[in-house]
């Protein structure tokens, strides 16, 4: 029997996991979707908030200083690319200054280092692409970028490497308890066993913690559209642009990514449909508005993609981490500043499952270290050679764009958690994530995947369920 | 007077082409081409249209070649040319060139391998 | 790592390439190097299997493999080495190429001259904006072609294209004689970018509507797509309300425009132009840094393959003479265009001699003249009966005009 039930494949169910692997508890995963990371860690904001944003005293402001503090040494065991580019939330008037200036004071009483506010010119000298009618920033030394996705198949392919489990596409439909012991079923007739269970199923998550009983809150969903333009686009700023928030509501960024590209977004709007991830020409034309004010010179001509990520909005305002029956663990409502504060959460649940009797203790045997998953591009042109010379496949380019070779995504194909659809494999290497958007190397991916799978290459989908890549071959 | 308008598919330059007809549907003139080979083509397609098919045949080794009807086929027979060409298979090794298919779909025509594989 | 050194060094095996290749070699250069990513050469050209190829460069029609088979076999014929399966990771400005290969592993070669031929790419989804949902079924128009000429395989089986590009009418024939439905082809303009032949000849054919002034504005379907709304555009390209219709269908093939793949040209600092999205160029298709040569698709995006042939001939010859100091650059000027001509290639002339000019106008033109002039004297004036966007177009300049410049630009334009 397992020691614990971890619902929810995304950052936070990772960290989870990991925290608790860690300590020695033999965790499963459960994830309904076909990959990990398919939630509101897919497609979100990708910062590491420095923490002034959350009010003092709430668990979101704990959780991010403490997560922020927390994030580059995790993100240096699991081989995550991680950037510490700082973050500058602008103004435009007057009565944003003042805006900024109780930003400041709060950060302080969060205990956030490294705040400064800055006038126009003395913004100009470190941002000098900086709107025209930006007036006044607040600086934060401790913001930092890396990306979710990436986070989120490092923490649990390094749990699994450890020794937890993960089951895709297992949609929890009935969580029972009969002495002491819970048992979670599946919408496919799966059963699993466990002492405790973490629920950490973003949107989902008040639907899971009513199936145990727990029907305190509710989660909505709140979409968040983005651009992502060209690497080539991606050197207009170097440190995250967050607009001033006001009567109008947070605004959108305008940020660096890890890997170089430009990221704007994401606008807010609350929905119904938990599953409703599609983008709106309103939505796409008021990023591309906001993102001008905030940072001139964007060479939208350079745009790769839009998309929308869900951030799971709790009932309550903040974080929902509690324990509202035995050995039953809630994570939910975990919208921003949840990426940043996960590592922070992982840590608090391992010690609310300790306040419920499960012995955890740290393992000597645990190594938090995991490959990284862009280790090949890391490697100086000399170890490149001594690769390629051993293993011929890293010479075969396949994503001409990101520049990716065949070695790396059968790497990816075969390092836990593995992939088994093409958007799968272009988190885990960014085959398919450049400029030409898989234009060239998708039908070289689904060979692959085909081959490494052992599956006919009809059968290979872009992300599970219906969405199949090719829906037959021409000639018998 | 009839008339017919009609886009020249022999080269890329694609000229729009006017056909008159008399009374008895004979064509009495070809106007818009640019070279004597739109004349040609406006008195076979306003006749007996005929067309290049191209696609692929499943190889013996499981893979596809290019393959292509040596010469032009009459229009009408394109998609029984295209049941004869889905049923074919190849050598697993083809050059270009060799006859896949002698006669397709009775057109005396030849289809033929337009890759190396 | 290991370095080598080559006189000539061509980056791109496609039609491109390998015709500079075949020039260089019979203009008498022997120390000649083709890197070419793909398995095999012929670029993109393998996967193009209709025909229509090589009337002007071989007076018959080929179909895309043939073509580039006919050069690949002058290639073999001449013994000119090739590398395939060897991708060009870094090029700089002193002529350094960085290259990576199983046999070589990551190799340095430093090349006398440098041909750029790399090619296009298409311009995906991500880039037209297009809201709506992200299933799987939607492919650019060159994607498409790869699984189906190539590997055999249907993407789907009811289709809307976006785009009436050449490889989106191509492909609407293509998907139809595989067994597809194409419901409709939607252009964004009100005119096509292909050529009318291949109007004719891929979706009047076959009864498939194109929508001129249409666009894509909603995708619809979480897993695999389901149905994509269209809408009619007014004359600002904007969706028109009220004009919203829903096709349901399982795949949106897009073919909305090429872009030459420059990423290499950029890092060596190569002077751009920003219409063409490729290098600025001379006569000798020579760019502004001195040796490295750009020809095809990677220079300006061409109509047809032929052409392609016959620029990567004129550059082939250029880095053969320039290797050898027989390059005479005597005057510069450049050719201004009036916008109606939206680019030349080349954009600069340092030779006194005939020089072709390749131009695309940017709508369709009726009835225009083609106004060549130095200052306000008029060079030359060419009647056309129609220009549009998706043809190139040609005209000399003689070399006794240029002999006696004084301006030092000419200007190129369309007037009644």
Redesign the interface.
Known sequence: MLDGIIIGGGVIGGMVARELTAYGAKVAIVEKAHDVAMGATRANSAIVHAGFDAKEGTLKARFNVRGSEMMRDVCRELGVKYKNNGSLVVGFSEEDRQTLAELKARGEKNGVKELSLLDREALLKIEPNVGDGVTCALRAGTGAIVCPYELCIAAIGNAMDNGAELFLGFEVTAIEEKNGVYTVTAKDGRTLEASFIVNCAGVYSDKIAAMAGDTSFSVIPRRGEYMLLDKAAGGVITHTVFRCPSKMGKGILVSPTVDGNLLLGPTAENIEDKTDVKTTAEGLAKVRLQANEQVKSIDFSKSITSFAGLRSVGSTGDFIINVPRARFVNAAGIESPGLSSAPAIAEYVRELLMGEGIALKKRTDFNPCRRPMHEFQMMTNDEKSALIEKDPTYAHVICRCETISEGEILAALRANPKPSDVDGVKRRTRSGMGRCQGGFCTPYIVELIAKELGIDETEVTKFGGASKMNVGYTKK | MKERN?????????C?LTVRFDGAGKITSVEGNACKRGVVYAEKECTHPE????????TEGG??V?V?TATTVP?EK??AV?KEI??ARAPRSVS?GDVIIENVAGTGVAVVA???I | MKQIEKELVIIGGGPAGLAAAVAAYDKGLRDILILERDVALGGILRQCIHNGFGLHRFGEELTGPEYAARYEQQVKERGIPYMTETMVTELRADRTVVARSAAMGIFEIKAGAVILAMGCRERPKGALGIAGTRPAGIYTAGTAQKFVNMKGMMPGKEVVILGSGDIGLIMARRMTLEGARVKAVCELMPYSGGLARNIEQCLNDFDIPLLLSHTVIDIHGKERLEAVTIAKVDERRRPIPGTEQTIPCDTLLLSCGLIPENELTAQAGVPMDRITNGALVDGDRQTEIPGVFACGNVLHVHDLVDYVSEEAAIAGEAAVRFLRGESKKSILVSVKTDGKVRYTVPQILTEAKDTRLYFRVSDVFRGKKIVLKAGDRVLLEKKTVKLAPGEMETVTVKAEWLSELAEGEISISLSD
């Open positions: 009609l886009t020249c598919i022999v080269c890329p330059r694609g729009a067309r290049t098919v191209t696609s692929t045949v499943r893979a596809v290019a292509k229009k394109v998609f295209m889905n049923a270009i337009t890759a190396n």
